[in-house]
Nanobody, 125 residues
């Protein structure tokens, strides 16, 4: 069974930084892309960032470009989201996910093969 376990969420003041981590366990894991979604109260879940596990290519949502960075450590089966310049609008539950690129670029959540349980990020003064 494949499991995605996130860590690194928390509360931070505007302008602060957080680093989310997601570690995958399970010998059958073969998803081509990993990344992050987020969901704020009353809003739909949206793709934030994704990375190609084979070639390292990335896609980021326009709202986080220049502030967030996604990276991968295949040896550890882990993906990271470095979040800088956080604003209250970044407050949400952040979910690690694995699947095909379409899950992020065309917001087709049916293309997500595995979900993490989520980690809360709160940005407030």
């Amino acid at each position: 069974e494949v499991q995605l376990v996130e860590s690194g969420g928390g509360s931070v003041q505007p302008g602060g930084s957080l680093r989310l981590s997601c570690v995958v366990s399970g010998s059958t894991f073969s998803s081509a892309y990993m990344g992050w979604f987020r969901q704020a109260p009353g809003k739909e879940r949206e793709g934030v960032a994704t990375i190609d596990r084979a070639y390292g290519g990335t896609d980021l949502a326009d709202s986080v470009k220049g502030r967030f960075t996604i990276s991968l450590d295949n040896a550890k089966n882990a993906v990271y989201l470095q979040m800088n310049g956080l604003t209250p609008e970044d407050t949400a539950m952040y979910y690690c996910a694995a699947g095909s690129r379409a899950a992020w670029v065309v917001a087709d959540l049916s293309r997500v093969e595995h979900w993490g349980q989520g980690t809360q990020v709160t940005v407030s003064s």
